[in-house]
């Protein structure tokens, strides 16, 4: 099947299912098992840049912006639930088409202060990581980008491991949300276009870290998400002049605040992300460590059943010790409007106004450096999904 | 003087219970139900299901009206503190995020009446003038 059928064949789909209503499907096992609910989605994009490419070859307009997941959960009993979700998604050169299974667990609610999870679980970092891929969840197309990378999905998903997660009530003080986790992510090997450097093995020996959220009154989430993690992978150098072994911890952290009252959202979140590079050979491959620096604002209001507006700036220092521009930083002033045509259906829009391009990839521009990039653009994307 | 007084507390009380609007949901649950009031913040995270379970660890099974129904906007809005679209979205972060699944929806009164008298952990609200069928209503501080 080539590219522009799959595209088609996706916005048929994803028409198609929004034209018909539907709802959730519930669907009954046979003798005394409990019913299986069963909900998924599909999204078609569209990305257009006035420079530069971004997360696709947006600067000629791309529609490689397409998601699709179809989740099971089953309520094996009251304390007991078991799910699964399938994703497959095409972003520029990520994904293609290549269904996944995004998470799986087997949850023991024990107690409400405490339950336990064991799979491939959702990282909580953040406000929003764990719904990064749930379009209908939120108003942007894509979220902040300086916290929530789109092209780095596959790092900052889920772990596959067991976590340990609670709420309860503190009195008169409100209410304490907190998730503990470990375990580790299972990584592809891919290419690397444009890397002089082959990549022979990568994995990661551990993930671990936690969120607390604390709920002082309605509608305020206060919050805080600590994550370690270590990256380990072999690299062949180039034209056979040796191999080089890689091991890359990291510390990432972010604070966070959400207001969420009737229609009205808003929301910021400060991060900083340690990363360290140990080299066997640094000869070939240099030792290192940068530190990044991540932060946003964001407003989002319903103005009726069908109409959401939205507004964030964000911003990028991928290395707090060199604040160069454009290469050192990248701006971003976002606003978006989102259309729900039905229960079932919506339609967004989203403008972008950059200024910076750290937050580009040389393999999608030509190999060209990040400072011979145009340091003020402008990207636009619309997208639709349906969903039950 | 003394009579006067209290024909003016009087009025005065009839008067501020006149302006006080009609509630427009009464919460009820299965008559075996021990509990007879919550807190307004219980409500909120049962029906947000925060909270799972009732004091004596029966498990709690919240029930919705559908989204345009006059008593679920209200109750949305008075007890969870946010419209029932806010709701709805709180709902597709949780069940895409694998972390859990919305109330049942039902389309009317009578059918939530119907679930909670057939199931003993179960809360609803219905319009006011609803026949309840001997559910139990629960008072909300």
């Known amino acids: ?388 | 003087m003394r009579l006067g007084v209290s024909i003016l507390v009087a009025l005065a009380a009839a008067a501020t219970a006149a302006e006080q609007p009609p509630s427009a949901y009464v919460v009820i649950v299965h008559p075996a139900n021990r509990t007879a009031r919550v807190e307004r913040k219980f409500l909120a995270d049962a029906f947000l299901r925060r909270t799972t379970r009732w004091p004596d660890d029966t498990p709690i099974r919240p029930v919705d009206l559908g989204p345009d129904a006059p008593a679920r906007i209200r109750f949305s809005e008075e007890v969870l503190s946010r419209s029932v679209a806010s709701v709805r979205s709180y709902w597709q972060q949780r069940i895409f995020s694998g972390q859990g699944l919305p109330p049942p929806e039902l389309p009317d009164d009578d059918s939530v009446v119907a679930y909670v008298l057939s199931h003993p952990g179960a809360i609803g609200y219905v319009g006011p003038g609803t026949a309840l069928n001997g559910t139990k209503i629960l008072e909300v501080n």
């Open chain 1, 1 to 388: 099947m080539t590219t522009s059928t799959r595209f088609l064949l996706v916005a048929v789909v994803t028409v198609g299912l929004a034209l018909r209503p539907a709802a959730a499907a519930e669907l009954s096992l046979p003798g005394q098992l409990p019913s299986l609910d069963v909900h998924g989605f599909i999204s078609q994009g569209f990305l257009l840049t006035s420079a530069n490419d971004y997360l696709a070859d947006s600067s000629r307009g791309s529609f490689e912006f397409s998601e699709v997941g179809l989740n099971l959960t089953l309520p094996a009993t009251d304390r007991l639930t078991l799910g699964v979700q399938i994703f497959s998604r095409k972003l520029g050169p990520l994904g293609d088409y290549r269904a996944t299974l995004d998470w799986y667990y087997l949850d023991y609610h024990w107690r409400d202060w405490l339950g336990i999870r064991a799979g491939r679980v959702k990282l909580p970092f953040g406000l929003y990581n764990d719904i990064s891929d749930v379009d209908s969840a939120r108003t942007a197309i894509l979220l902040p980008p300086s916290i929530y990378p789109a092209q780095n999905r596959d790092f900052l998903l889920a772990q596959t491991g067991v976590e340990a997660y609670g709420y309860t009530r503190l009195g008169s003080a409100g209410a304490l949300d907190y998730r503990l986790y470990a375990g580790t992510i299972f990584l592809d090997v891919k290419p690397q276009p444009g890397s002089p450097f082959t990549v022979v093995d990568l994995n990661v020996p551990y993930v671990a870290g936690g969120r607390v959220q604390w709920l002082p009154i309605d509608g305020l989430r206060l919050g805080g998400s600590l994550q370690f993690l270590r990256l380990d992978t072999d690299l062949l150098a180039p034209s056979g002049s040796g191999r080089v072994a890689l091991r890359i911890p990291a510390t990432l952290w972010v604070a966070s605040a959400e207001y969420a009252v009737q229609d009205f959202l808003l929301a910021a979140e400060y991060s900083r992300w340690l990363v360290k590079t140990e080299s066997s050979n640094p000869s070939l491959f240099p030792e290192g460590s940068t530190t990044s620096e991540r932060a946003y604002v964001l407003a989002s209001y319903r103005v009726n059943s069908w109409l959401q507006a939205g507004t964030y700036y964000s911003r990028l220092v991928p290395d707090v010790d060199r604040r160069t521009f454009p290469a050192g930083m990248q701006h971003d002033f976002a606003l978006t409007l989102r259309f729900d045509v039905n229960r079932y259906w919506l339609i967004k829009a989203e403008g972008h106004y950059m200024r910076g391009t750290a937050g580009l990839s040389p393999s999608l521009n030509d190999n060209r450096p990040l400072s011979a990039l145009t340091p003020d653009w402008a990207l636009f994307a619309v997208k639709t999904t349906a969903y039950f």
